[in-house]
């Protein structure tokens, strides 16, 4: 029994291997210049002289042939349509006359696309729906940090960072939503956190994360609105100095963040986390906070002194061996007070610095020895923008300068480090560090500010491997 079908679903085995022979006798041109008029009746022609045990060699022979006339002069396939269905009922014979009628060039298609399904291979319109749904790009977009990572899923996991990009690379956006940008990254669908693209047009960094500046000695760098994290200051009307080494200069720029020193703060406060999710740590602020007192006043040495002036005789010194060594410096504060909160700080020192190291010393009074707040081991802190793409740094940038104290002399906190949340390593786009020097019982003379000072030299030499 034969039953009903569309003419173009009526399976291969029919056609024999009789039908090829015939068909390349009866038409020897070349079949690939066949006109459209001429498809129904070389289909046919073959019908008409095919047997019904055909083998399998001659249907997939014939579908070759069927494959080329389908196919324009390129060899590009034209699109399918759909045909009506024809047949005839004959339940009562033992065999039949099947009439096949390929009325155009897109019926011929159609019936190829269905000799592709038979084999196993893409249908037409699967091939279609996938080229319908492959994003494309929109518009161009800008990178705007150093070492920001493009990612393989929307979020903050360690393990799907596919590369690293640099401040002025330029992207292709596809699509924005939730705070990630979708590019294309070998040819799939990749991301970027949206803090870090810009739609204007931005320097390139020619070697990064180094920056070579063509500030003279003395410039003075002020915060500006378009830099990234910028909007979430409230006091930056001050300004940070700018300095070159002389001849044996390294083209590495240290920003020295003498603690504390601004004044007329009046309770003014700035968000913890740039995302505005709380601390996950105590410290001056406690856990759970949002918002963080701009600039804190610090504490007082035994013997009254304020944290302040001792911070800003530190980087003086500090400054001065970075000189002497070939390192360009970035002081942020050279008088005690200077109109810059920690955010300021820290974005003034991602844009015009390689490391950014806060001088600090501790509030409690045991001479316990120096120490760096590291980044807290908290996942929900470390899979957070910037601190996910940086914090392994930070932590290098901090176990560097405790290497060189401890080289140098300096007693060491315990491990040498503490876990806290700090505003400074939450919004630092370059390697960054609050160093504790100690604590209000400690030696502040100027000989032992000397010796850190050869100590934390020692130690940034071994972070950017001088």
């Not at 240290?254 to 504390?260: M, R």
């Not at 806290?420 to 000989?447: C, K, N, R, W």
Request: aromatic share 8%; net charge negative.
């Amino acid at each position: 029994m034969i039953r009903k079908m569309k003419p173009y679903y009526i399976p291969l085995f029919i056609i024999s291997a009789v039908a090829i022979s015939n068909l390349c006798s009866c038409h020897s041109r070349d079949i690939s210049s066949v006109s459209t008029e001429d498809t129904s009746y070389i289909v046919q022609e073959a019908m008409e002289n095919t047997e019904t045990d055909s083998s399998i060699d001659g249907e997939l022979s014939l579908a070759g042939q069927i494959s080329s006339l389908s196919s324009n002069k390129d060899g590009m396939p034209y699109s399918s349509s759909s045909s009506s269905d024809t047949g005839t009922d004959t339940s009562n014979n033992t065999s039949s006359t099947i009439a096949v009628t390929v009325n155009s060039m897109e019926d011929t298609a159609a019936y190829n696309s269905d000799i592709e399904k038979t084999s196993a291979s893409p249908s037409t319109e699967e091939t279609a729906s996938t080229e319908e749904t492959a994003p494309t790009v929109q518009h161009d977009g800008y990178i705007t940090g150093n070492d920001v990572k493009v990612r393989s899923t929307p979020d903050f996991e360690s393990d799907n960072i596919l590369t690293s990009l640099y401040k002025g690379d330029v992207i292709g956006c596809v699509s924005e939503t939730d705070g990630w940008t979708m590019i294309i990254y070998n040819g799939q669908p990749a991301y970027i956190y949206s803090k870090y693209v810009s739609d204007e047009p931005l320097l390139k960094e020619s070697e990064p994360p180094h920056y070579e500046h063509d500030y003279d000695s003395g410039t003075k760098v002020g915060l500006s609105s378009s830099w990234i994290y910028a909007e979430n200051s409230v006091i930056n009307s001050g300004y940070a100095t700018y300095y070159r080494a002389g001849e044996n200069r390294k083209k590495i720029t240290v920003c020295v963040n003498a603690g504390h020193g601004t004044s007329g703060v009046d309770g003014r406060k700035t968000l913890c986390h740039p995302d505005g999710t709380p601390k996950v740590t105590g410290g001056t602020t406690s856990e759970g906070a949002t918002k963080a007192i701009a600039v804190s006043y610090g504490m007082e040495f035994d013997d009254g002194t304020p944290e302040s002036k001792v911070t800003l005789a530190m980087a003086k010194i500090l400054k001065a061996k970075l000189l002497d060594a070939g390192y360009d410096v970035l002081m942020i504060r050279e008088t005690d007070d200077v109109q810059l909160d920690n955010v300021a700080r820290t974005v003034i020192a991602n844009n015009c610095s390689d490391c950014h190291i806060a001088l600090h010393w501790d509030s409690t009074s045991k001479d316990k020895g120096a120490f760096y707040m590291s980044v807290p081991s908290v996942r929900s802190y470390r899979n957070m923008e910037p601190v996910a793409s940086h914090f392994k740094e930070h932590e290098r940038l901090g176990e560097s300068l405790i290497s060189g104290l401890k080289d140098e002399g300096v007693k060491i906190f315990s491990g040498g480090s503490m876990e806290m949340d700090l505003t400074q390593t939450s919004y630092s786009t370059v390697p960054s560090i609050d160093i504790e020097l100690g604590d209000s019982a400690s030696s502040h003379s100027e000989s032992t500010l000397n010796q850190l000072g050869d100590g934390l030299l020692k130690g940034i030499d071994i972070f950017f491997r001088q």
